[in-house]
């Protein structure tokens, strides 16, 4: 098929119905819950509600929300990737909720962040005082997520100008046409921007790992991690298009994207395997494959095989092309990918045989309320803006 | 009679007293209390003391200044004239015999020869060993030749003071006069060792009563030293000792931390270093009686390794650091796991992913099968 | 059909494209400078051997540095069981059957801190002139990154306060006042009342300070004096990590003593080395930039010509417009 000549231009639209159904309210009482515990937190400091240690001073907060958030939300940048400068055209469709659910990855992120920092408030010094910038790989990222966070919303604005271009009020309208003009025109820096800065930040992610140097297990320390984690992101980003893609088409009654799901995830097979083979060869060539026969070695094995059992799946063309395998797929990238993740930020790193730390129960409740909040707003993004393709290039093509 | 204070009982004369056994069982079980023995001890030795039971004492003086001698004296429980003439009987002692010359030596032979085997030996002072031992002679005789001979028929040897423990001040550098302690002369022989400048006679008296009563010695350490009195050192005890944890130390006689009691530690004070029992056991009954309660730093007197070798304001090193407890250790456990939280984070997640797997197979449902 | 176009593409994008993921994350070939020791640095030396373990420091410490008693959640004071909010300084006990050693830790005052690499505003950071690592609260958000970086798990976050600190050993750079170091007795030293608490307390100079190096000849005099005393008669810190300016002496091995074993490669050496060879003069981060944009502006192009229909763009509904 000529990707040139099948696509069309999907015409995205809001979702109809009620925002406030009951799955909606639940989705608030969980996030109001966490804010609840929130406001705990900003009164009486991060050691009334979390089990961090001075031995373990990041915990579910940063290695879930923050590194393994914004992998979730690469999803944009996975699939903009493949549109834009492989220059896959067919799987545009996916772009815009791809972006929205980065947007929301992203942005939580940023306000996990704000949550974790222990003196938040100085938080605005970061971009500020740029004289006193530092060769802290964690200062690439700050900057970097800022900076990505307008990139998205600039990527995603088109959904708003359309919908104020249907405005009844004329100088609204024309102001959300000229917009529109604008980002279309600026479209490829800002697109260019949007890959390039979560490669950068992506893979800053691993290099900060590198920082805790011997306490950090070496079957994680490579110098490849930052390599790794552009890897991990990707195979992240492909797993939550997937599985967003099924479930958003299932619960609002859009057509699915089948096939073209089918060939995105051929392509997260094998990055899933491409990471794989990267990884032992990497631990074989350091001569580090001594260290498999260890509690953290089996830790290792278990994280590699949750890669190829996703790429199993992918293996055959029959599950490629089922929606359910293809959901299933994503589940597993997911699994992979935030195991990998997880695994780098807390379970290979090591302050000491006698710190210990499980989030504590107020903890996962902000954790739990970060995520509600993304799924609401996701309902209300989807159900106010043109975000979810009404059309398929199926569909097109068929009628 | 007896119990009441020692002035009282001077006036009334040595010739008017008389054994009284409920008061003298009272007198005998304050002394055992103050040397660490059970009561049942004090309750045989009165038993034996009233049946005119007394151990003999030969005491010797060599190269000493008596202080031990003298701090005996200054003992108020038993008082010196309960000691010599109800306690022990005090056959020969150069310092308070009545019998001078050829009749004092007489004295100790005939001591020796009615109690052989028996009789208690207690030394006083350092012997010299230099040039035949001529630096030390009573009676004509040196004190080698005189230690010698009356140690031969005795039942127990007791060294008192550092001199005849191990040298003392005679011993010091360059000793000139080859001075060592008694246990250097009678090799083979037990000679228990209550060192201290001077000692602290209830260490004495304790080992006296002991054998007087139960005929043995009692528990000795690797340098013979009664257990007792040696077996701990002064700054386990020490009354000081909360300003040495708290890290409160006087940094110049007379300073703040001087006049406020603090720990004398950084003035060169030995007793982390030195076994005896000093801060347990004042001297002769007065509160504080004792180097450091006066506000001195401890000179390690009952220790050969420290007395008259490491200057007096010098510090030393911790013999046995204080119990672990009170440290941390280099690795303190923190942080927990609540099962709380585990259950809450196994059960969102798992539910996250069994639930996303099951409705898998939901999202195909309405999609045409694919036709390969 | 997967045209030519779209293979030559894939391969330029493979050699050039995705040049910003690799320059982005290999690993730079070029290993940055080490560190040096500062001119003037100032340091410790601790001698366990010396050390008698009556904690003097510890409690001097909290005093010149005003930190609150230790207490713990119920209110009771306690003893602080490892250095923490409240704690700058600690004595800690080594204890293994008949092994017994008292261990002081503080801040080593590395010579490459990897708490000052991590911190993103330079709020840990060295002193160029005494090597001593200094905290800037005006320039710390909380994040402690320095605490996942530090390999002595030194830099403490104050986790039980709504408005917290950093808190670490600064060598007592407080108390100098601008007192000048003056030379006396082989060490470089303040006036009394100027220089490091602990030091100043000790009352068996089982911690000293002075320059580094004199400290190092100290230590290594200690050594030769009586060889074999010493575990491995060496110094701690004189080359781990790329060396401290907090050195340590002890006679039962380093690692019982939680001080860990480093080579002589600074800590943040691999990041470090990375993120410069990466971000120096931003230089690889624009080139990537150029060579995105040029892709994707050669890719709009490439398919206006061929159909008409812009497919790789940038949101993508203007065809719902044309």
């Known amino acids: 098929m000529n990707a040139h000549v099948s696509v069309h231009e999907p015409i995205h639209t809001p979702v109809p119905g009620p925002l406030f159904t009951r799955q909606f309210r639940w989705l608030l009482l969980v996030a109001g819950v966490g804010v609840a515990v929130t406001i705990w937190r900003f009164l009486f400091g991060l050691g009334a509600v979390t089990n961090l240690s001075n031995g373990y001073p990041w915990g579910i907060w940063i290695a879930f929300d923050v590194v393994v958030g914004t992998a979730l939300g690469c999803?944009?940048?996975?699939?903009?990737?493949?549109?834009?400068?492989?220059?896959?055209?067919?799987?545009?469709?996916?772009?815009?909720?791809?972006?929205?659910?980065?947007?929301?990855?992203?942005?939580?992120?940023?306000?996990?962040?704000?949550?974790?920092?222990?003196?938040?408030?100085?938080?605005?010094?970061?971009?500020?005082?740029?004289?006193?910038?530092?060769?802290?790989?964690?200062?690439?990222?700050?900057?970097?997520?800022?900076?990505?966070?307008?990139?998205?919303?600039?990527?995603?604005?088109?959904?708003?100008?359309?919908?104020?271009?249907?405005s009844p009020r004329p100088r609204v309208a024309a102001?959300?046409?000229?917009?529109?003009?604008?980002?279309?025109?600026?479209?490829?820096?800002?697109?260019?921007?949007?890959?390039?800065?979560?490669?950068?930040?992506?893979?800053?992610?691993?290099?900060?790992?590198?920082?805790?140097?011997?306490?950090?297990?070496?079957?994680?320390?490579?110098?490849?991690?930052?390599?790794?984690?552009?890897?991990?992101?990707?195979?992240?980003?492909?797993?939550?298009?997937?599985?967003?893609?099924?479930?958003?088409?299932?619960?609002?009654?859009?057509?699915?994207?089948?096939?073209?799901?089918?060939?995105?995830?051929?392509?997260?097979?094998?990055?899933?395997?491409?990471?794989?083979?990267?990884?032992?060869?990497?631990?074989?060539?350091?001569?580090?494959?001594?260290?498999?026969?260890?509690?953290?070695?089996?830790?290792?094995?278990?994280?590699?095989?949750?890669?190829?059992?996703?790429?199993?799946?992918?293996?055959?063309?029959?599950?490629?092309?089922?929606?359910?395998?293809?959901?299933?797929?994503?589940?597993?990238?997911?699994?992979?990918?935030?195991?990998?993740?997880?695994?780098?930020?807390?379970?290979?790193?090591?302050?000491?045989?006698?710190?210990?730390?499980?989030?504590?129960?107020?903890?996962?409740?902000?954790?739990?309320?970060?995520?509600?909040?993304?799924?609401?707003?996701?309902?209300?993004?989807?159900?106010?803006?043109?975000?979810?393709?009404?059309?398929?290039?199926?569909?097109?093509?068929?009628? | 009679?007896?119990?009441?204070?020692?002035?009282?009982?001077?006036?009334?004369?040595?010739?008017?007293?008389?054994?009284?056994?409920?008061?003298?069982?009272?007198?005998?079980?304050?002394?055992?209390?103050?040397?660490?023995?059970?009561?049942?001890?004090?309750?045989?030795?009165?038993?034996?003391?009233?049946?005119?039971?007394?151990?003999?004492?030969?005491?010797?003086?060599?190269?000493?200044?008596?202080?031990?001698?003298?701090?005996?004296?200054?003992?108020?429980?038993p008082a010196l004239d309960e000691l010599i003439l109800d306690l022990i009987s005090l056959d020969y002692h150069e310092t308070l015999l009545v019998p001078s010359g050829k009749l004092a030596e007489e004295c100790r032979h005939a001591a020796m020869e009615a109690n052989a085997g028996k009789y208690v030996l207690i030394v006083e002072g350092?012997?010299?060993?230099?040039?035949?031992?001529?630096?030390?002679?009573?009676?004509?005789?040196?004190?080698?030749?005189?230690?010698?001979?009356?140690?031969?028929?005795?039942?127990?040897?007791?060294?008192?003071?550092?001199?005849?423990?191990?040298?003392?001040?005679?011993?010091?550098?360059?000793?000139?006069?080859?001075?060592?302690?008694?246990?250097?002369?009678?090799?083979?022989?037990?000679?228990?060792?209550?060192?201290?400048?001077?000692?602290?006679?209830?260490?004495?008296?304790?080992?006296?009563?002991?054998?007087?009563?139960?005929?043995?010695?009692?528990?000795?350490?690797?340098?013979?030293?009664?257990?007792?009195?040696?077996?701990?050192?002064?700054?386990?005890?020490?009354?000081?000792?909360?300003?040495?944890?708290?890290?409160?130390?006087?940094?110049?006689?007379?300073?703040?931390?001087?006049?406020?009691?603090w720990c004398l530690y950084r003035l060169g004070c030995k007793g982390p270093a030195t076994h005896a029992n000093c801060s347990v056991n004042h001297f002769n009954e007065v509160v504080g009686a004792w180097p450091i309660g006066l506000g001195h730093p401890c000179f390690g007197c009952t220790e050969q390794k420290l007395a008259f070798r490491v200057p007096l304001h010098d510090t030393v090193p911790i013999d046995r650091p204080t119990p672990p407890d009170t440290y941390p250790p280099i690795h303190a456990e923190q942080g927990g796991v609540s099962p709380i939280a585990t259950g809450i984070a196994g059960l969102v997640g798992g539910a996250v992913v069994a639930g996303a797997w099951m409705a898998a197979k939901k999202v195909g449902d309405d999609e045409p099968k694919p036709q390969n | 059909m997967a045209t030519t176009t779209d293979r030559r593409t894939l391969l330029k994008v493979l050699a050039a494209g995705s040049a910003a993921a690799v320059t982005c994350s290999s690993p730079a070939a070029a290993a940055r400078e080490k560190p040096a020791v500062p001119p003037e640095a100032l340091g410790m030396l601790y001698d366990t051997t010396a050390?008698?373990?009556?904690?003097?420091?510890?409690?001097?410490?909290?005093?010149?540095?005003?930190?609150?008693?230790?207490?713990?959640?119920?209110?009771?004071?306690?003893?602080?069981?490892?250095?923490?909010?409240?704690?700058?300084?600690?004595?800690?006990?080594?204890?293994?059957?008949?092994?017994?050693?008292?261990?002081?830790?503080?801040?080593?005052?590395?010579?490459?801190?990897?708490?000052?690499?991590?911190?993103?505003?330079?709020?840990?950071?060295?002193?160029?002139?005494?090597?001593?690592?200094?905290?800037?609260?005006?320039?710390?958000v909380g994040c402690r990154y320095c605490q996942m970086a530090c390999p002595f798990n030194i830099p403490k976050f104050e986790f039980d306060k709504a408005i917290p600190k950093m808190v670490k050993c600064e060598l007592c750079r407080h108390r100098v006042e601008g007192a000048a170091l003056t030379k006396k007795d082989g060490f470089t030293r303040y006036p009394k009342g100027h220089g490091p608490a602990c030091c100043e307390v000790c009352p068996r100079q089982a911690v000293i300070y002075g320059k580094r190096d004199e400290l190092l000849l100290e230590a290594k005099r200690r050594i030769a004096e009586e060889p074999g005393k010493y575990f491995e008669d060496r110094v701690y810190g004189e080359f781990e990590g790329g060396g401290t300016q907090v050195l340590y002496l002890s006679h039962v091995p380093f690692e019982k003593l939680g001080l860990p074993k480093l080579g002589t490669e600074g800590v943040p050496q691999t990041a470090y080395t990375i993120q410069e060879g990466l971000y120096k003069g931003f230089i690889a981060p624009v080139a990537a930039y150029a060579v995105l944009a040029g892709v994707m502006l050669r890719n709009r192009r490439a398919n206006q010509r061929g159909e008409g229909a812009p497919a790789a763009d940038d949101s993508g509904n203007q065809g719902g417009r044309q």
């Open chain 3, 51 to 140: 050390c008698i373990g009556c904690k003097a420091c510890v409690v001097s410490c909290r005093e010149a540095n005003h930190l609150e008693p230790d207490t713990g959640a119920e209110g009771l004071w306690q003893m602080p069981e490892d250095l923490n909010g409240r704690t700058k300084n600690i004595i800690k006990l080594y204890h293994e059957g008949d092994r017994v050693s008292f261990m002081k830790s503080q801040c080593m005052h590395c010579v490459d801190p990897a708490c000052a690499s991590a911190c993103m505003l330079h709020a840990f950071h060295k002193n160029p002139v005494n090597g001593v690592v200094e905290w800037d609260p005006f320039y710390c």
């Open chain 2, 126 to 261: 350092a012997i010299p060993t230099k040039d035949g031992g001529i630096y030390c002679k009573i009676g004509g005789q040196t004190a080698i030749e005189m230690l010698n001979e009356t140690a031969e028929k005795a039942g127990a040897i007791i060294a008192i003071g550092s001199c005849a423990s191990w040298g003392g001040i005679p011993s010091a550098d360059p000793n000139p006069t080859g001075a060592v302690g008694a246990h250097e002369i009678l090799k083979g022989k037990t000679v228990v060792s209550i060192p201290g400048c001077p000692a602290n006679p209830y260490n004495l008296l304790g080992t006296v009563l002991q054998y007087a009563t139960l005929g043995t010695l009692p528990a000795l350490d690797e340098l013979n030293r009664p257990k007792f009195a040696y077996g701990q050192t002064i700054h386990e005890h020490c009354p000081r000792r909360a300003h040495f944890d708290a890290g409160r130390f006087a940094l110049e006689y007379g300073d703040a931390g001087h006049r406020e009691g």
């Open chain 2, 1 to 77: 009679m007896l119990s009441e204070t020692p002035s009282t009982r001077a006036s009334l004369g040595l010739l008017d007293r008389e054994l009284r056994r409920r008061d003298f069982l009272k007198f005998c079980t304050l002394a055992a209390a103050a040397v660490g023995l059970p009561l049942s001890v004090a309750e045989q030795f009165a038993e034996a003391a009233v049946l005119g039971k007394k151990p003999s004492v030969i005491w010797l003086h060599f190269q000493e200044c008596t202080g031990c001698t003298e701090s005996l004296l200054r003992t108020t429980a």
């Open chain 1, 75 to 166: 999803g944009g940048y996975a699939v903009a990737l493949l549109v834009f400068i492989l220059n896959k055209g067919e799987y545009h469709p996916l772009v815009r909720p791809a972006v929205l659910t980065s947007l929301l990855g992203y942005g939580l992120a940023v306000l996990a962040v704000t949550v974790d920092l222990g003196r938040y408030w100085d938080l605005w010094k970061v971009p500020i005082f740029f004289w006193q910038w530092s060769h802290s790989p964690q200062l690439e990222v700050a900057l970097c997520v800022m900076l990505y966070n307008f990139v998205l919303l600039a990527e995603l604005s088109p959904a708003l100008w359309e919908k104020l271009e249907k």
């Open chain 1, 175 to 399: 102001f959300a046409s000229k917009a529109m003009r604008f980002i279309h025109k600026g479209g490829v820096w800002i697109i260019a921007l949007g890959i390039l800065l979560p490669t950068m930040h992506q893979s800053s992610l691993g290099t900060m790992m590198l920082l805790a140097g011997p306490r950090l297990h070496a079957l994680w320390f490579t110098p490849w991690l930052p390599f790794l984690f552009i890897l991990s992101c990707l195979i992240l980003g492909y797993g939550i298009v997937v599985c967003e893609a099924s479930f958003a088409a299932k619960a609002f009654g859009r057509p699915r994207e089948t096939e073209m799901l089918g060939r995105l995830a051929n392509v997260a097979k094998w990055v899933a395997l491409f990471f794989v083979a990267f990884r032992i060869g990497d631990v074989a060539l350091s001569g580090e494959l001594g260290l498999l026969a260890s509690p953290l070695g089996a830790v290792f094995l278990a994280e590699l095989a949750m890669h190829l059992a996703a790429a199993a799946v992918l293996m055959s063309a029959t599950r490629r092309a089922d929606p359910a395998w293809q959901v299933r797929a994503g589940i597993l990238l997911i699994l992979a990918g935030t195991g990998f993740r997880l695994n780098t930020y807390l379970v290979a790193f090591n302050p000491g045989e006698h710190y210990r730390y499980f989030p504590a129960v107020p903890e996962l409740l902000i954790t739990l309320g970060f995520v509600a909040a993304e799924l609401a707003i996701y309902l209300w993004a989807v159900k106010t803006f043109p975000i979810l393709g009404g059309r398929t290039a199926a569909a097109t093509r068929r009628s």
